[in-house]
């Protein structure tokens, strides 16, 4: 479950980088299945400053580092290289 939780924290940064609003929540009990938690991002009506965004991916590196993830195909579909938090850095479709 680890994993799981890190990747989904993932999806979420990724999404906030994109210039989404995001909750991540678990929308059916533990008891009933495993795979229980709703990545919802609505569109941000104001951007974020390049500080902020820039924050967002400093942590999506920290993390992607602490939990060994070298490649995300979302990230790579992005073109955010989470290796080295920058945009652009990504291989489109290479994972």
């Given at each position: 479950r680890i994993a799981e939780a890190a990747t989904?924290?993932?999806r979420a940064l990724l999404l906030e980088i994109a210039g989404y609003d995001v909750k991540v929540f678990e929308f059916v009990g533990g008891e009933h299945t495993s795979k229980n938690?709703?990545?919802?991002?609505?569109?941000?009506?104001?951007?974020?400053?390049r500080e902020e965004t820039e924050g967002l991916r400093a942590r999506l590196v920290e993390l992607a580092g602490i939990h060994g993830v070298k490649k995300m195909r979302l990230a790579g579909w992005?073109?955010?290289d989470i290796s080295s938090g920058k945009k652009?850095?990504?291989r489109?479709?290479?994972?």
């Open positions: 989904d924290s993932m938690v709703m990545v919802a991002a609505t569109r941000r009506e104001v951007d974020r400053t992005m073109e955010e652009g850095g990504g489109r479709g290479s994972e």
